[in-house]
T-cell receptor, first 113, second 111 residues
Framework: DTEVTQTPKHLVMGMTNKKSLKCEQH?????MYWYKQKAKKPPELMFV???????INESVPSRFSPECPNSSLLNLHLHALQPEDSALYLC????????????FGPGTRLTVT | KQEVTQIPAALSVPEGENLVLNCSFT??????LQWFRQDPGKGLTSLLL?????REQTSGRLNASLDKSSGRSTLYIAASQPGDSATYLC??????????FGAGTTVTVRA
């Protein structure tokens, strides 16, 4: 099974809301990633978790808070977002960091009103 | 900082023609290069992974080459079909473990 799942598929939230995005993989991968993709742009790396520890934070605003409760699950907690945060949020996983293939989920389409 | 460039930005071909998509990167110190396909509003599907020690990879109608010293990769798609219409993204994993993407080539295959 080479599948990464993401929920929800779509999310609309107000600027004062708190919501969470969820990502799951059952491939035994030990590295998990969050990317943000704006329309007609390539994905941009946000966070990298390696063995459930945050290893890379690409200077993402604190209104985005990642969490890796176990090796299969990755969450992205959202609070006080801005309309410019509307984007496709993609999760990916790989066996480890470095020379491994990354497998992407279908993404969550986020709209901030 | 790694910069990845893809040329052309868009490509339209009749069905049956071969596709040639180009990717270049500025820092040759990479772990690997991946080619992805993305349909509108969807996630990324990995097509091919080429490790830094490899020169090419093949999967069905797809063939990708890598010239690490010159910072170039080419994706060939043989005998294109309308179902090949999508955006194709090239990405390299650099020594800092980060995956850097090109802006993509949007392909339209006309029936």
């Amino acid at each position: 099974d080479t599948e990464v799942t993401q929920t929800p598929k779509h999310l609309v939230m107000g600027m004062t809301n708190k919501k969470s995005l969820k990502c799951e993989q059952h491939m035994g991968h030990r590295a998990m990633y969050w990317y943000k993709q704006k329309a007609k742009k390539p994905p941009e790396l946000m966070f990298v978790y390696s063995y459930e520890k945050l290893s890379i934070n690409e200077s993402v605003p604190s209104r985005f808070s990642p969490e890796c409760p176990n090796s299969s699950l990755l969450n992205l907690h959202l609070h006080a977002l801005q309309p410019e945060d509307s984007a496709l949020y993609l999760c990916a996983s790989s066996p480890g960091t470095g020379s491994y293939e990354q497998y992407f989920g279908p993404g969550t389409r986020l709209t901030v009103t | 900082k790694q910069e990845v460039t893809q040329i052309p930005a868009a490509l339209s071909v009749p069905e049956g023609e071969n596709l040639v998509l180009n990717c270049s990167f500025t820092d040759s110190a990479i772990y690997n290069l991946q080619w992805f396909r993305q349909d509108p509003g969807k996630g990324l599907t990995s097509l091919l992974l080429i490790q830094s020690s490899q020169r090419e990879q093949t999967s069905g109608r797809l063939n990708a080459s890598l010239d690490k010293s010159s910072g170039r990769s080419t994706l060939y798609i043989a005998a294109s079909q309308p179902g090949d219409s999508a955006t194709y993204l090239c990405a390299v994993t650099s020594n800092d473990y980060k995956l850097s993407f090109g802006a993509g080539t949007t392909v339209t295959v006309r029936a």
